[in-house]
């Protein structure tokens, strides 16, 4: 059965659009990941793509990880632009990508020494190495549509809201360095690193910044992907404005200069800088409607001479502003100059955050995809009266009260380990000096840019909005991606049978309850977008995002590998497009990426880096890899080299330093460091696994392969808690005895993990190691006396650790302990009580702000958990479900 699927596999495979049928157009083309069974595929060049009817399309694919033997696992692939996409599309393993046919647009890179020019056949786009421009020139076949693309910051020193004055600083940001990662023919990708220079010659640097530019063949768009991190002092550093300008540069008559705005729900502001519509004296209809349409109107001497001859008496508008500074409103305006007032024009409830500037001879349009959730934005157009306007995409609103990153109380008195304990039980905050610092955390955005060789219509222009807030995106099947062995135990999401249904059913109202929640709740803006709060508080009707540990969750236990399991059992474009955005931040905002705990990621608190438990449970590529694989996201493939020598931490930081029985003698010893077997090897085994699948990395492979051989001689294996590890050899200290077991060793990607290494690099005394702890940790106690001596303390999670009997009565083929299992699953939920966990209520005002809906007993952690562990035993013991589940 499994020689046929991998023979079938090996023809063709079908991947379809995640949002059911074709885009209605394809102006930037699309990449995407997909995997390929162990074996099967040699390398990435003998991919192509064929659309619905079976004919060849150019494309490009290159390999994003192998298997252990060398074949392809994951593939990264391109298609060009397309004014009518295929409905789906077959990747076939038959012998190479076919190149862009003669005549066909291509992508093409020309380096020299000063500057690279990349020419989508549509676009060209000319970067110089260094300086301060990202771009010096966009054009649209002889036409330039922008010139000197740069990035602004604002500096203020002081919150506006504690001093009567205001003092900003402006800063540029500068190139470093440039580097084209891929050169076509169907798809470049440009790579430009740099800081943040003070202007007016100012000396301070700040503000590190990666941006990429994305090309397609035959593309008018590009893709841009900003990210940087915050690197300066919370105390005296108030970033007040964000964003990225473009000069654009303008010849037509005022009359024919085309502002276009996107508002709420497809709606646009269409106007031309100087009106023709609405006057007193008509200049004829041919005349308004080709400037309301976008086009050239006819020469002013054919125009109704009582407003031709008067043309000069009608103001131009030369100034146009939107501004979204929260996730429920928006305003318009505009002025005729600085220096004269501005006039309202309208507002709104959430903007799509796109706006152009354009004549019937060409222009630019921007647009800032998740623009009001990750308010607050802005966008700004300058100088459209005058021969070089300025459009700013502001990712930061100067507009906006300046970030204040500052920790949210003064430390209440806790010096001392013995107090920070004592307030971790009141307020579940693990709080030290100096550790609630955002120095060094990051955040990414997503733009497009769109090179138009007229003034678009607002129907086209619409879809161009709708591309950048949902960008087109191709995908293999749950069926597809199943077979081909990735990602350890889940299965499709199956229906057939009642219980099967009634815990599809449940798992669907979990994450339907949490999207509902992020919109009642109000869970948006520039650093919060993405994540959802870990408790919450039902006599308030509020989550606790107030009260210590227990607001924004931090990925603890492991909602980003439940929601990703849960989008590759359905294929939901709804369920992908959350988790995106929960894998976006969490792997940007809650980690560090420079300073002391750079590849450390913060535990769940108030702030998202308040937390003083920095630790590698958090920053796991456990939680990033499926995003990687399965969009090819360079930006993401960053994040995952950045962890590569995250075993180095622990030498600077102890993750258990208050609790530590030998914490007054312990010292860290590059021969003899601490390290535990769950949230902590869990970890680097994933960060080494993924390591070695991307690169070959043969330090990962060997850490990786040489700590598992450790752990299997152990002799309480994952039983021991923690071991010695030397830091040069990267090996533990086999020679412990000891057991040590906590409730949160397995839920932060362990089991995930280490069902994946099974697979990939049998080991027996690992498997072994891996099996025993499985089978005893919900055991009897005179069971667990009975196999190591003692019964095992720390016990709980019931429900999560479900999955770890499943595990082992899979592998060990052994019905009673699947039937074992499910009898954990079912009443093990120590705080998600099955009776009303899966209800909801709505609670309306005065008692809360909005109405919401109450599930009076989810947690974040408790979802989590279910998820995770309904998901694996499904597929792991599917066919021991009771009847009633």
């Known amino acids: 059965m499994l020689d046929g699927t991998l023979q079938t596999l090996t023809k063709t495979t079908q991947v379809n659009w995640i949002d059911g049928g074709a885009p209605a157009t394809l102006s930037g083309g699309t990449t995407w990941g997909m995997p390929f069974p162990r074996g099967i595929v040699a390398d990435a060049s003998g991919l192509t793509v064929r659309d619905a009817q079976g004919l060849p399309v150019a494309s490009q694919a290159w390999p994003l990880a192998t298997w252990p033997d060398g074949s392809l696992k994951w593939a990264g692939l391109a298609l060009p632009a397309a004014a009518s996409p295929s409905v789906s599309y077959q990747v076939m393993n038959d012998g190479g990508a076919p190149s862009p046919e003669p005549g066909a647009p291509r992508v093409t890179v020309t380096e020299e020494a000063a500057t690279v020019t990349v020419s989508t056949g549509a676009t060209t786009m000319v970067m110089d190495r260094t300086g301060p421009a990202l771009f010096r020139t966009l ?35 500068r190139v470093a360095s440039l580097t084209v990662e891929q050169a076509g023919p169907v798809r470049a990708v440009v790579k430009i690193e740099g800081q943040h220079r003070q202007d007016n010659g100012g000396d301070r640097v700040w503000l590190p910044f990666v941006v990429r530019f994305y090309f397609h063949a035959g593309a008018p768009s590009i893709r841009m992907v900003h990210s940087f991190i ?37 709606g646009f502001l269409a106007e031309g800088v100087r009106g023709l519509t609405g006057l007193r004296r008509d200049p004829g209809q041919a005349v308004r409607d080709a400037q309301v349409s976008g086009q050239a109107t006819l020469p002013v001497a054919e125009w109704n001479p009582e407003v031709s001859t008067r043309l000069h008496l009608i103001p131009a508008w030369n100034d146009f502003t939107l501004a979204q500074l929260t996730a429920d409103g928006f305003e318009l305006r505009k002025r005729t100059a600085a220096g004269h007032g501005w006039v309202g024009i309208s507002g709104g409830t959430r903007a799509g955050g796109f706006c152009s500037l354009s004549t019937p001879d060409g222009g630019l349009g921007v647009g800032v995809r998740n623009f009001w959730q990750s308010h607050p934005g802005q966008l700004d157009i300058r100088g459209a009266a005058t021969d070089e306007a300025t459009v700013t995409a502001w990712l930061y609103s100067p507009e906006a009260q300046p970030m204040d990153l500052r920790f949210y109380h003064d430390g209440l008195g806790q010096d001392t380990f013995e107090e920070q304990l004592d307030g971790l039980e009141i307020t579940y905050e693990d709080y030290e000096p100096g550790f609630g610092s955002p120095t060094g955390i990051a955040r990414t955005h997503e733009l497009t840019l769109f090179a138009y060789e007229a003034t678009p219509t607002t129907g086209s222009l619409a879809v161009d909005a709708a591309a950048v807030a949902n960008p087109p995106l191709l995908q293999a099947s749950p069926d597809s991606l199943h077979a081909a062995g990735v990602f350890g135990d889940w299965a499709p999401a199956d229906r057939s049978t009642p219980a099967r249904s009634d815990l599809e059913d449940q798992l669907d109202f979990l994450f339907d309850f949490y999207t509902g929640q992020v919109e009642q709740r109000r869970w948006y803006g520039f650093w919060n ?13 509020v989550w606790r995002y107030d009260v210590g540990g227990y607001a924004w969750d931090n990925s603890e236990l492991s909602p980003d590998l439940w929601l990703w399991y849960m989008y590759l059992r359905s294929g939901r474009a709804d369920v992908f497009r959350f988790v995106e955005a929960m894998t976006r931040h969490t792997g940007e905002v809650d980690v560090y990426h420079l300073g002391p705990w750079r590849g450390l990621g913060t535990r769940h608190n108030v702030q998202h880096w308040g937390c003083s438990a920095k630790q590698l449970r958090i920053s796991t590529p456990a939680y990033r890899r499926f995003y990687y694989y399965l969009t090819a996201d360079e930006r993401t493939g960053d994040l995952l080299t950045e962890l590569v020598d995250s075993d180095q931490n622990f030498l600077g930081l102890d993750p258990v330093r208050k609790v530590r029985p030998d914490a007054d003698t312990y010292r860290p010893d590059r021969n003899a460091l601490g390290v535990g077997l769950g949230t902590d090897w869990g970890s680097l085994a994933a960060t080494w696994l993924t390591d070695w699948e991307r690169t070959g990395n043969p330090r990962s492979r060997d850490r990786l392969l040489g700590t598992m051989a450790d752990i299997g001689a152990l002799k309480y294996g994952f039983l021991t808690g923690e071991a010695l590890y030397d830091l040069d050899k990267g ?155």
């Open 139 to 173: 054009s649209r076949g002889d036409a330039v549509v922008a010139t000197d693309a740069r990035l602004v910051s604002l500096l203020q020193q002081e919150p506006a809201s504690e001093t009567g004055t205001v003092t900003r600083g402006g800063f540029t940001g």
């Open 230 to 266: 915050y690197d300066g002092d919370a105390a005296q550093d108030f970033l007040a404005g964000l964003g990225v300008r473009f000069a654009v540069p303008l010849a037509a008559d005022l009359h024919n200069r085309h502002v276009r705005i996107a508002g709420a729900d497809g």
């Open 529 to 541: 977008y993405g994540d959802v709060m870990h408790t919450y508080d039902a006599d308030r009707h």
């Open 731 to 885: 090996r533990f200290d086999a020679g412990r005895e000891r057991i040590s077991v906590s409730h949160l060793s397995a839920v932060f990607g362990l089991v995930e993990i280490c069902s994946e290494l099974l697979d990939l690099a049998p080991d027996p005394d690992f498997e072994r190691a891996w099996l025993q702890y499985c089978r005893l940790f919900l055991a009897a106690p005179e069971e667990q006396r009975e196999a190591v001596g003692q019964p095992l303390k720390g016990i709980y999670l019931t429900q999560a650790h479900s999955r770890l009997t499943a595990y082992a009565a899979a592998r060990l083929n052994d019905p009673e302990l699947a039937v074992q299992a499910w009898e954990s699953f079912t009443v093990g939920g120590e705080h998600l009580d099955p009776s009303v966990a899966f209800t909801s209520q709505t609670i309306h005002p005065p008692l809360t702000l909005l109405p919401v809906e109450e599930a009076r007993t989810v947690s974040t952690n408790d979802a989590a958990q279910f998820g995770l562990a309904a998901i694996q035993n499904l597929a792991l013991i599917g066919d021991h479900l009771p009847t009633e589940a």
